[in-house]
């Protein structure tokens, strides 16, 4: 990733999930990662993410408000 390039962060807020991908625009549009976090509010919720390398773990996740500060 350019550290001189703008980026844009997308964010998608569904009623269990939330899924986010960051691009790099300092040109044509390149996803530089994206990721999510799923089943909040229930067991065994899952934060991920995808870039470079990968990474997931599970996490307590009650409600949207805790995930967004995830």
Not at 38 to 58: D, M, N
């Amino acid at each position: 990733m350019n550290s001189g390039s703008p980026r844009i962060l997308t964010i998608n807020g569904g009623s269990s999930s939330i899924k986010f991908a960051l691009f790099e625009a300092g040109g044509p549009l390149r996803r530089v990662l994206d990721g999510s976090i799923e089943r909040i509010g229930l067991p065994g919720a899952t934060f991920a993410v995808k870039g470079s390398e990968k990474f997931s773990r599970q996490l307590a996740v009650p409600n949207h408000t805790v995930a967004v500060n995830v």
